[in-house]
């Protein structure tokens, strides 16, 4: 079955395909009765596949309904299948989380995405956001230079990561429908879309970097320093800023600057400086002392002050794809 070769070939996991008993899909309520259905176990999770050949009159709100009163029947994930959507609506299917597959094209199964947490890590995530190593990977290809058709293992040299963080990190990015993994023997990302529309259809995946924010009266000795926050913002955009009074760390170096005792004293609540602390190195991203424009707009997102707002589109619509 093509689409059970692809889920395995681009996944790496075990996939099983069986017939439902007819009873059950004599059962299946007339209007719900549309497409063709299978019954997958994507490693004992069990899955029901809607194949349906077109996308044509179907709205992703009224496919959003429809997933939600074939769970209850199914009592399973559903997973709608078509031989063509346009980009646009996939976007759309990917906001409303509704997974579907576009066989050697896309994917995205939300669930499945926390499944690949599990089986990779042994521990059961509650995330709907990819991981830290997925998000560096996408922000990464739209900032710094593209990982496309480099062989997975060639990315450990471009980034500090073992290769079995990579391997996850992209399991995730499968599973996203964000990418789609190519080849037997050497295995390489190919994206599924061009860079401003990945960074749309990444978008609802992707998570602020700040883990927690610690403060100071003494500015700490950070080499290079990281300028984060209304500086960083005010340097791609006509925010007036103020202050450059904050930096962003990664979450190791802070770890490392707190165990050789390196840090001035920490403040819970205030203090003159501001340190943010990422869940991944911030000058990965960046060709300055500035926090990359992703990142930040990330930690600036749900921020509710209307200038900020103004100055983050300012900012995104500054970027050169």
Same mark, same amino acid.
């Given at each position: 079955?093509?689409?059970?070769?692809?889920?395995?070939?681009?996944?790496?996991?075990?996939?099983?395909?069986?017939?439902?008993?007819?009873?059950?899909?004599?059962?299946?309520?007339?209007?719900?009765?549309?497409?063709?259905?299978?019954?997958?176990?994507?490693?004992?999770?069990?899955?029901?596949?809607?194949?349906?050949?077109?996308?044509?009159?179907?709205?992703?709100?009224?496919?959003?309904?429809?997933?939600?009163?074939?769970?209850?029947?199914?009592?399973?994930?559903?997973?709608?299948?078509?031989?063509?959507?346009?980009?646009?609506?996939?976007?759309?299917?990917?906001?409303?989380?509704?997974?579907?597959?576009?066989?050697?094209?896309?994917?995205?199964?939300?669930?499945?995405?926390?499944?690949?947490?599990?089986?990779?890590?042994?521990?059961?995530?509650?995330?709907?956001?990819?991981?830290?190593?997925?998000?560096?990977?996408?922000?990464?290809?739209?900032? =710094?230079? @593209?990982? $496309?058709?480099?062989? !997975?293992?060639? %990315?450990?040299?471009? /980034?500090?990561? +073992? #290769?079995?963080?990579?391997?996850?990190?992209?399991?995730?990015?499968?599973?996203?429908?964000?990418?789609?993994?190519?080849?037997?023997?050497?295995?390489?990302? =190919?994206? @599924?879309? $061009?860079?401003?529309? !990945?960074?749309? %259809?990444?978008?609802? /995946?992707?998570? +602020? #970097?700040?883990?927690?924010?610690?403060?100071?009266?003494?500015?700490?000795?950070?080499?290079?320093?990281?300028?984060?926050?209304?500086?960083?913002?005010?340097?791609?955009?006509?925010?007036?800023?103020?202050?450059?009074?904050?930096?962003?760390?990664?979450?190791?170096?802070?770890?490392?600057?707190?165990?050789?005792?390196?840090?001035?004293?920490?403040?819970?609540?205030?203090?003159?400086?501001?340190?943010?602390?990422?869940?991944?190195?911030?000058?990965?991203?960046?060709?300055?002392?500035?926090?990359?424009?992703?990142?930040?707009?990330?930690?600036?997102?749900?921020?509710?002050?209307?200038?900020?707002?103004?100055?983050?589109?300012?900012?995104?619509?500054?970027?050169?794809?």
């Amino acid at each position: 079955m093509e689409i059970v070769d692809y889920i395995k070939k681009t996944t790496g996991l075990n996939v099983v395909s069986r017939n439902l008993p007819d009873e059950v899909i004599k059962g299946l309520p007339l209007y719900l009765s549309i497409g063709t259905y299978q019954e997958l176990y994507i490693e004992n999770r069990r899955v029901i596949l809607d194949i349906r050949k077109s996308f044509q009159g179907i709205t992703p709100d009224r496919l959003a309904k429809q997933k939600e009163l074939l769970e209850k029947y199914f009592s399973a994930t559903i997973v709608f299948c078509f031989e063509e959507i346009e980009s646009y609506q996939r976007q759309r299917l990917i906001q409303k989380r509704v997974p579907f597959i576009l066989p050697n094209r896309q994917m995205f199964i939300p669930t499945l995405l926390l499944d690949l947490k599990e089986f990779g890590t042994g521990t059961k995530s509650q995330r709907d956001n990819l991981g830290a190593i997925s998000q560096l990977l996408v922000l990464y290809h739209l900032q =710094k230079e @593209s990982i $496309e058709n480099i062989p !997975l293992g060639e %990315i450990t040299k471009l /980034l500090p990561c +073992s #290769p079995m963080s990579i391997t996850r990190a992209t399991r995730e990015l499968v599973a996203s429908g964000i990418c789609r993994i190519e080849g037997s023997k050497t295995k390489v990302i =190919k994206f @599924s879309s $061009e860079k401003k529309e !990945l960074w749309n %259809i990444s978008l609802p /995946l992707l998570s +602020s #970097p700040v883990k927690r924010k610690i403060y100071f009266d003494d500015l700490p000795e950070l080499s290079p320093r990281m300028i984060s926050g209304e500086a960083a913002l005010g340097h791609y955009s006509n925010l007036s800023s103020g202050e450059n009074n904050q930096s962003a760390i990664s979450i190791k170096k802070y770890r490392l600057m707190k165990k050789l005792n390196t840090l001035p004293e920490i403040h819970l609540h205030d203090g003159r400086f501001t340190v943010e602390i990422w869940n991944y190195e911030p000058g990965l991203l960046s060709n300055t002392n500035f926090v990359d424009p992703l990142s930040l707009y990330l930690a600036f997102k749900n921020d509710e002050d209307e200038r900020i707002q103004m100055s983050l589109e300012e900012m995104i619509g500054n970027i050169i794809w």
